[in-house]
T-cell receptor, first 113, second 110 residues
Framework: DAMVIQNPRYQVTQFGKPVTLSCSQT?????MYWYQQKSSQAPKLLFH???????NEADTPDNFQSRRPNTSFCFLDIRSPGLGDAAMYLC????????????FGPGTRLTVL | EDQVTQSPEALRLQEGESSSLNCSYT??????LFWYRQDPGKGPEFLFT???AGEEKEKERLKATLTKKESFLHITAPKPEDSATYLC???????????FGSGTQLTVLP
């Protein structure tokens, strides 16, 4: 089945220690998104790639970076995680930037000690 | 600024007790209203997209409707397995992105 895959599902890091979360997709979609979701809150868009074109949200902290080496893979790098960065990180894809369905992966739960 | 507000925040129903979840939106140039289901510790699962006022879509015990200002998710005779958080999101034609509400946490008791 075509899907969005995230690894790892659970990640524990220490305060200030860089961490990378990964996402892959078999849907061959052009757009890949990273959302941050804290407990009982709405998913918040951090940035997205339309093909190789990177689009950062205005309020996304500089601490968060992303890479998309090819169509299938996208990475979220947190350079110096703080306690406030503990959250669920959701990768999602869509065929285009229109009003098509956005398909989500299972998420990575990040804990910062 | 685009906003999506869901109510109630939490809803407890007895099995078989029908109810509705509300999603109010102010999204510039709304191009689609999406409903997702999210189970604890998992990513959102797509349910419906509604594109224009008056549109309705159904899936099993769920029916979604759309007006010019809000959307409703009607749950008919719910079962315990319908327990989840239901998220709605508006797609803005100008911002070209989804704006999510905070969700309604539904618990269906046997």
């Amino acid at each position: 089945d075509a899907m969005v895959i995230q690894n790892p599902r659970y990640q524990v890091t220490q305060f200030g220690k860089p961490v990378t979360l990964s996402c892959s997709q078999t849907l061959n979609h052009n757009v890949m998104y990273w959302y941050q979701q804290k407990s009982s809150q709405a998913p918040k868009l951090l940035f997205h790639y339309y093909d190789k074109d990177f689009n950062n949200e205005a309020d996304t902290p500089d601490n968060f970076q992303s890479r998309r080496p090819n169509t299938s893979f996208c990475f979220l790098d947190i350079r110096s995680p703080g306690l406030g960065d503990a959250a669920m990180y959701l990768c999602a894809t869509s065929r285009d930037r229109g009003r098509q369905r956005v398909s989500f992966g299972p998420g990575t739960r990040l804990t910062v000690l | 600024e685009d906003q999506v507000t869901q109510s109630p925040e939490a809803l407890r129903l007895q099995e078989g007790e029908s109810s509705s979840l509300n999603c109010s939106y102010t999204v510039s140039g709304l191009r689609g209203l999406f409903w997702y289901r999210q189970d604890p510790g998992k990513g959102p699962e797509f349910l419906f997209t509604l594109y224009s006022a008056g549109e309705e879509k159904e899936k099993e015990r769920l029916k979604a409707t759309l007006t010019k200002k809000e959307s409703f998710l009607h749950i008919t005779a719910p079962k315990p397995e319908d327990s989840a958080t239901y998220l709605c999101a508006g797609f803005s034609g100008s911002a070209r992105q989804l704006t999510f509400g905070s969700g309604t946490q539904l618990t269906v008791l046997p």
